[in-house]
T-cell receptor, first 112, second 113 residues
Framework: EAQVTQNPRYLITVTGKKLTVTCSQN?????MSWYRQDPGLGLRQIYY???????DKGDVPEGYKVSRKEKRNFPLILESPSPNQTSLYFC???????????FGSGTQLSVL | SQQGEEDPQALSIQEGENATMNCSYK?????LQWYRQNSGRGLVHLIL?????REKHSGRLRVTLDTSKKSSSLLITASRAADTASYFC?????????????FGIGTKLQVIP
């Protein structure tokens, strides 16, 4: 089944403790991206990747890192999480950035 | 700033009625897409309309695009309770190596049985 898999679904952590949210797609998509969703703000793009080893900043990249070493994986790294990074995070992928996006189920992150 | 801004932010209608949601944006685009989200879950793609298209249909969905006004509308005809969800527009702009997908804040639709 074609899908984008995010893990974990829920994550509670403390300020400053490094964490990684994984994202994997099985559709051989070139384009992958991360979004955060906050009430009243919609989805905001954090980072995107147009292909392996090619990443670029979105609208809200501060405090986040990404890497794209393999085509199928695009992990989101929070080196030192802070409470303002408490949010619902989504990974998405597509054949090309202009095509429809397939979304993961989301990761609800709480930073205490 | 928000590229796509949906209007209204919330809409409540009776089952069987039509629902219209609007999206305005600020820059040029390659295409505009509409997505649906059921409470807190991942977004699901509904329809894509390219910048050189004016109207597109898919089942009970009808999307229009007016690039001169930088606006789009999504019409859901004969709504059902199962259509209750949040709807988002997303604009796509690709220029050279730069690629931007921007979502609006969404319209929350409630369809009352």
């Amino acid at each position: 089944e074609a899908q984008v898999t995010q893990n974990p679904r829920y994550l509670i952590t403390v300020t400053g403790k490094k964490l990684t949210v994984t994202c994997s797609q099985n559709m051989n998509h070139e384009y992958m991206s991360w979004y955060r969703q906050d009430p009243g703000l919609g989805l905001r793009q954090i980072y995107y990747s147009m292909n392996v080893e090619v990443t670029d900043k979105g609208d809200v990249p501060e405090g986040y890192k990404v890497s794209r070493k393999e085509k199928r994986n695009f992990p989101l790294i929070l080196e030192s999480p802070s409470p303002n990074q408490t949010s619902l995070y989504f990974c998405a992928s597509s054949f090309g950035g202009r095509e429809k996006l397939f979304f993961g189920s989301g990761t609800q992150l709480s930073v205490l | 700033s928000q590229q796509g801004e949906e209007d209204p932010q919330a809409l409540s209608i009776q089952e069987g009625e039509n629902a219209t949601m609007n999206c305005s944006y600020k820059t040029s685009i390659n295409n505009l897409q509409w997505y649906r989200q059921n409470s807190g879950r991942g977004l699901v793609h509904l329809i894509l309309i390219r910048s050189n298209e004016r109207e597109k249909h898919s089942g009970r969905l009808r999307v229009t695009l007016d690039t001169s006004k930088k606006s789009s509308s999504l019409l859901i005809t004969a709504s059902r309770a199962a259509d209750t969800a949040s709807y988002f527009c997303a604009t796509v702009l690709i220029s050279g190596g730069y690629q931007k997908v921007t979502f609006g804040i969404g319209t929350k639709l409630q369809v009352i049985p």
